[in-house]
């Protein structure tokens, strides 16, 4: 007979929402667990900072500390849900230091100390995953990271935040004002009561640039996202999207060309055949363009403490494997080193609606005024005057252009009589 | 400065249509490739039957051998791309005793043979990697082996064979008759010019008992799968489905349930806002119920030289690396052991379409002959009848139903006076 294995003694920091569902899963199927992973699981301790607050019921009192640094000491694997940037990465870094493997959902931290992480992690030559920092609970890392590691990725869009879509789910389906979406979304815990990192694209542009370091095999910081949220958005440029046939989407957007690498995140008009126009509610999804796989979808819940707990545990499992039969996981592999493009630098296909004075020539007028800052037009709609006021309304589309042209164009559209005002200006993807 | 890393070596068997593709991938994207496989990468020898037969010209003609036993002696990985079961086995095995790593995306094998498979591999301690064998492009295998090993999979729904999507898809949104749809299929390559495989859902059954070898830990045979082919779908199937909200679509579906494990293949009604209905042409899709997870989806191209061979590719690169730097990827652990339950055992919600004679009574015979074996209706639809004929046609749905009672009321409803012709028994999944 075999020697019992060594158990895995597992630290858990920061018991909130997805840490409790992290601890309930680890007891209700530790059977399951220790056959996946090879060897004995164990809770070590879960680290507070205050050990007498209240807490649910699944975590044992017994199990909590306040000492970080002796709880560390005796863990071979630290699951780091505290989020935010410290202690986060001074307890991450420590624990690497220490011969830990680490798996975190950060992606706020990852987003932004991500290369002094791998690197650390490859020094010590411990395990970093981090499967919930994208998505939630859809495996997208783990496929990105492994299963295209034979092909090149070309562009990834992602809904990768469940507030904002939503949001832009119910103001299309429900044709509500934006402020009227968001209070729903908070009354039923969609929504933080402050919503900015969601709404202003903060949280989506995190997700973004840890996607495109993953698929790039490239730095990528978060500084270098370019970010515009939805609160501009109103229940007019819904209709008018839905019109055309478009949904209003908010997208993480990375891409690589032959001039560099771009990460943005903006809303966009998707069209009605493209998968991600039928993501609907909180849900998430990210559609992968590669080389050699094509086209592909990941889809499902993005956030909430249990679905985010599973994919914690899909890391937990891999990194203890590890520790209890050797190996590690993939190393990230930031040896690429293309620029990091400014949005400037970057092409999309862009819808402008512009309310103007009926009169004849204005059309003429405004087309020259794309054609001769190289702007195409794919297609114009102009929308019955109204006689009382003079006023029509023109939706441009373009095709694809550079951003610094058509910022050109609406410049120039702004200075010009005949353009009274510009009402949206919405990139067009997916096509 | 440290020693330049041993090449990985790679001998490939079987250069079709898959095989060309990883080649030259493998010889376009070497670079690449070997940053993240941290070693270098070398085409040992290609494994042919005949070594003078034409070939694609990506293929080096000098690496071409018949000797399969040096060759296998030669390499330290072998990517398996023969198909079929002998001689694919007996090199698999000799590869694996040799402890060279083995890739494939061979399912028939694997749904035949796998735990003979995994247990040498097991005991050579190399790796067994096989994401090309379902559902082509799409990370599936991975994410469930891998993502969700923290996490219970209670079900898999499953569109794996592109051919006959591409076939009932052609159907629903183009209104052919079957043989039309067959044969558009073949003159565009996406069906064979013998296509039993697919239509009759045996390709589909051996990914259904690799899916629920994997997704439950258990060993499920190839033989254990219920199997039912698209062949008996009529114009008139779609058409009533369509009138219903329903597509019908060719389903893998894996379940876990108190009493145990099912695995099926049959074409089932699918409704309009399911994810799977707008699975289009060749596509295929996963979608996983995780009891943590929730609803997970994964889309992409299930078949075809290029977005396979990058399935293939991303294999190969994740054992390559274990060669280069250590470790292994997870064993298949068949841990589990719940009865594989026949099909009579299965639940399923019906959809009985028949002709009966419109006389009063006719449906509350009906009725009661499903209430008599314990079978709930959902909804009945009832159209008018043709005076000519005096037939009506009754749609029945029923609540979920054991299959073994639902035969007894077909038994019944066959022997019946009242009932002409039973038209179609489809069951309703994604509800």
């Known amino acids: 007979m075999s020697e019992p294995a060594k158990p895995v003694k597992i630290a858990l920091f920061g018991p909130g929402t997805v840490g409790t569902q992290v601890v309930r899963l680890l007891t209700e199927n530790r059977g399951d667990l220790e056959q996946r992973v090879g060897a004995p699981i164990e ?19 017994a199990l909590l500390t306040s000492d970080a640094h002796a709880l560390i000491d005796d ?15 001074s307890f991450m870094l420590e624990s690497i230091g ?8 950060n992606k706020a931290l990852l987003a932004a100390h991500g290369p002094e992480l791998f690197e650390a992690a490859d020094a010590a030559n411990v395990d970093l995953y981090f499967e919930a920092a994208v998505a939630g609970a859809i495996p997208i890392i783990r496929p990105v990271r492994e299963s295209l590691a034979g092909d090149h990725v070309k562009r990834i ?51 973004a640039a840890i996607l495109a370091s993953l698929a790039f095999h490239q730095r990528v910081h978060l500084d270098d996202v ?25 997208l993480a957007i990375v891409e690589r060309t032959a001039q560099g690498v771009t990460a943005k995140v903006h809303p966009a008009l998707v069209p009605l055949e493209h998968p991600l126009a039928g993501v609907h509610g909180a849900f998430n999804a ?45 190393r990230e592999s930031h040896y690429a080193d293309l620029p990091v493009l400014p949005i400037e630098a970057s092409n999309s296909r862009f819808q402008l609606r512009m ?3 009926d009169e004849p020539g204005v059309l003429a007028g405004i087309a020259s005024t794309l054609a001769q800052r190289g702007v195409s037009i794919e297609a114009v709609r102009q929308k019955a005057a109204s006689a009382d006021t003079g006023l029509a309304t023109i939706v441009i589309s373009t095709h694809r252009a550079p951003e610094a042209d058509v910022a050109k164009v609406l410049d120039a559209l702004r200075a010009s009589d005949a353009v009274t005002e510009i009402r949206s200006v919405l990139r067009i993807e997916g096509e």
């Open 43 to 61: 809770i070590a301790g879960i680290y507070v900072r205050d050990t007498s607050a209240p807490r649910d019921a699944v975590i044992d009192p």
């Open 75 to 89: 863990a071979d694997l630290v699951v780091e849900l505290i989020g935010g940037i410290e202690p986060a990465r």
């Open 98 to 105: 220490a011969g830990a493997a680490v798996v975190t959902a």
């Open 157 to 207: 869009l992602g809904i990768v935040n469940g507030t904002t879509n939503y949001v832009l789910d119910q103001m299309t389906t429900n044709a509500l004002d934006y402020d009227v979406a968001v209070k729903q979304a908070q009354d039923l815990g969609y929504a933080e009561a402050d919503p900015t990192a969601d709404v202003e694209g903060h949280d989506a542009a995190a997700k």
């Open 226 to 250: 370019y970010c515009e949220g939805i609160t501009a958005i109103t229940a007019d440029d819904v209709a008018a999207a839905a019109e055309a046939g478009h949904v209003i989407k908010l």
């Open 286 to 330: 990210v559609f992968v363009e590669a080389e050699a796989a094509g086209e592909l979808m990941f889809y499902g819940q993005g956030a909430g403490g249990t679905p985010t707990a599973s994919a914690v545990l899909g890391d937990i499992v891999s990194a203890a494997r590890h520790i209890a039969q050797g190996g590690r996981g993939p």
């Open 355 to 357: 309310i103007v004075h």
